[in-house]
């Protein structure tokens, strides 16, 4: 059972049932409804009683989450309490995301490196962080503490345009206030059985909204896989001084992980340094990064979940990927600010014969049959291929094809 229904689960439940495995899609969306072997349930992923009667009346053997909500609301905790294994952190580790300033604490503790940060909450923190933006001139990154779906991240070296953004999260959350760090950023996913743990291939995120890398920050508007600036030498760094350190400290914090962490990372010219923990799969690097995996990614999730990776499997994975993949994600117009919803959807590309796979995010079918549109991001084009630009060329082709009033996407993924 795959829980959610973005384009994140979309590409899980298409990977399980291509896969052969039977898979139940709750609640999924109108593309997954049409996969082969997956079947949508109308459940609400964050009832974590719902979850585990769900999971008992359809005889699921294991459950992944995709999202952080359900994770956050403990249905990770109440499907091991039931006796079924779940793909992903109870609600204590999933703090990692839910709270940046107990992740920020968390990477201190342990010296994982990481900005150097100031945190501001309570009476006068506004007071505080006038002082603090007067005595560090130049760029600055703000960050809401709690779950923003990717967006509670303001970077400006404009003093008025940070003291607004800053107080209107400290009108109800924790701030956290970052030095800029300079480099190039890779998604980095480790997956963990509790003591073992597999990392694979690093994909790259591209997180403004508009080309050129400009506009405000959004979840995220296309990803390649793998990144070709992550080289074995980077990326056993990345192992040494990001990774194992963090699954290290979980384990002496008592924090029993059997999921996936996302490591957002910063390549600076010192090194590797942890922006942030996610506690699932990113999106929309999943959507990129699982068609160019190996087989075998069901019983990798089964393995990690239920306390038992298997070494082969795990080399299996960590190796880099003989093909490329390049996502772009077409978005309503508007977004990431107000958008519309429930736009007609004229016409999609036909992926079956093509070198490429379309996902979607959140879309629904009316009672005449006609597709509609449910969120800011609504579909991710994704185009594979032998080398970078193939992959591009052909995701490219893909999203063009995407036919709905204001349809938009960043035509500079990749390039």
């Given at each position: 059972m795959v829980l959610g229904s973005g384009g994140r689960e979309h590409a899980l439940a298409w990977k399980l049932a291509r896969e052969d495995h039977a898979v139940f899609c709750?609640?999924?969306n109108a593309g997954t409804a049409v996969l082969p072997r997956a079947r949508n349930l109308p459940l609400d992923p964050d009832d974590p009683a719902a979850v585990v009667a769900a999971a008992r009346e359809t005889g699921t053997e294991l459950v992944a989450v995709g999202p952080e909500a359900p994770l956050v609301?403990?249905?990770?905790d109440a499907l091991r309490a039931a006796g079924v294994p779940c793909f992903g952190p109870g609600a204590s580790p999933a703090r990692l995301e839910s709270s940046k300033a107990f992740a920020r604490g968390f990477m201190e503790r342990h010296g994982i490196p990481c900005a150097r940060t100031a945190r501001f909450s309570g009476p006068g923190a506004g007071t505080e962080l006038e002082r603090f933006v007067a005595a560090n001139p130049g760029r600055l990154v703000l960050k809401k503490s709690g779950l923003a779906a990717g967006k509670g991240v303001?970077?400006?070296?404009?003093?008025?345009e940070l003291l607004a953004f800053g107080r209107s999260v400290l009108a109800a959350d924790e701030l956290l206030a970052e030095e800029f760090l300079e480099g190039f950023e890779l998604s980095v996913f480790g997956v963990s059985d509790g003591s073992d743990f597999a990392i694979l291939p690093a994909a790259r995120d591209h997180k403004k909204a508009f080309e050129g890398d400009?506009?405000?920050n959004t979840g995220g508007m296309g990803a390649v896989a793998p990144e070709f600036r992550a080289d074995a030498a980077l990326m056993a760094r990345v192992r040494a001084e990001l990774v194992e350190p963090t699954f290290s400290a979980m384990a002496k914090e008592g924090l029993a992980y059997r999921g996936v962490v996302f490591f957002g990372v910063m390549v600076t010219a010192s090194g590797p340094k942890l922006l942030e923990y996610n506690v699932r799969f990113g999106d929309p690097e999943t959507q990129s990064l699982l068609p160019i995996l190996p087989d075998g990614f069901?019983?990798?999730l089964r393995g990690a979940a239920e306390g038992r990776l298997e070494p082969a499997l795990v080399r299996a994975f960590?190796?880099?990927p003989d093909r490329y993949a390049c996502g772009f994600v077409v978005a309503a117009p508007g977004y990431p600010g107000p958008y519309p919803k429930d736009l007609a959807v004229r016409s999609l590309p036909e992926t079956q014969n093509?070198?490429?796979l379309l996902f979607h995010a959140s879309t629904t079918r009316d009672a005449d049959g006609i597709l509609h549109t449910g969120g800011g991001r609504c579909f991710a084009a994704v185009g594979l291929g032998a080398d970078s630009a193939r992959a591009r060329e052909n995701g490219l082709a893909l999203a063009a094809a995407v036919d709905f009033d204001g349809a938009r996407f960043r035509r500079d993924i990749g390039a």
């Amino acid at each position: 059972m795959v829980l959610g229904s973005g384009g994140r689960e979309h590409a899980l439940a298409w990977k399980l049932a291509r896969e052969d495995h039977a898979v139940f899609c709750a609640p999924g969306n109108a593309g997954t409804a049409v996969l082969p072997r997956a079947r949508n349930l109308p459940l609400d992923p964050d009832d974590p009683a719902a979850v585990v009667a769900a999971a008992r009346e359809t005889g699921t053997e294991l459950v992944a989450v995709g999202p952080e909500a359900p994770l956050v609301a403990g249905v990770a905790d109440a499907l091991r309490a039931a006796g079924v294994p779940c793909f992903g952190p109870g609600a204590s580790p999933a703090r990692l995301e839910s709270s940046k300033a107990f992740a920020r604490g968390f990477m201190e503790r342990h010296g994982i490196p990481c900005a150097r940060t100031a945190r501001f909450s309570g009476p006068g923190a506004g007071t505080e962080l006038e002082r603090f933006v007067a005595a560090n001139p130049g760029r600055l990154v703000l960050k809401k503490s709690g779950l923003a779906a990717g967006k509670g991240v303001l970077e400006s070296d404009d003093p008025a345009e940070l003291l607004a953004f800053g107080r209107s999260v400290l009108a109800a959350d924790e701030l956290l206030a970052e030095e800029f760090l300079e480099g190039f950023e890779l998604s980095v996913f480790g997956v963990s059985d509790g003591s073992d743990f597999a990392i694979l291939p690093a994909a790259r995120d591209h997180k403004k909204a508009f080309e050129g890398d400009s506009g405000p920050n959004t979840g995220g508007m296309g990803a390649v896989a793998p990144e070709f600036r992550a080289d074995a030498a980077l990326m056993a760094r990345v192992r040494a001084e990001l990774v194992e350190p963090t699954f290290s400290a979980m384990a002496k914090e008592g924090l029993a992980y059997r999921g996936v962490v996302f490591f957002g990372v910063m390549v600076t010219a010192s090194g590797p340094k942890l922006l942030e923990y996610n506690v699932r799969f990113g999106d929309p690097e999943t959507q990129s990064l699982l068609p160019i995996l190996p087989d075998g990614f069901g019983e990798l999730l089964r393995g990690a979940a239920e306390g038992r990776l298997e070494p082969a499997l795990v080399r299996a994975f960590e190796a880099r990927p003989d093909r490329y993949a390049c996502g772009f994600v077409v978005a309503a117009p508007g977004y990431p600010g107000p958008y519309p919803k429930d736009l007609a959807v004229r016409s999609l590309p036909e992926t079956q014969n093509s070198p490429g796979l379309l996902f979607h995010a959140s879309t629904t079918r009316d009672a005449d049959g006609i597709l509609h549109t449910g969120g800011g991001r609504c579909f991710a084009a994704v185009g594979l291929g032998a080398d970078s630009a193939r992959a591009r060329e052909n995701g490219l082709a893909l999203a063009a094809a995407v036919d709905f009033d204001g349809a938009r996407f960043r035509r500079d993924i990749g390039a």
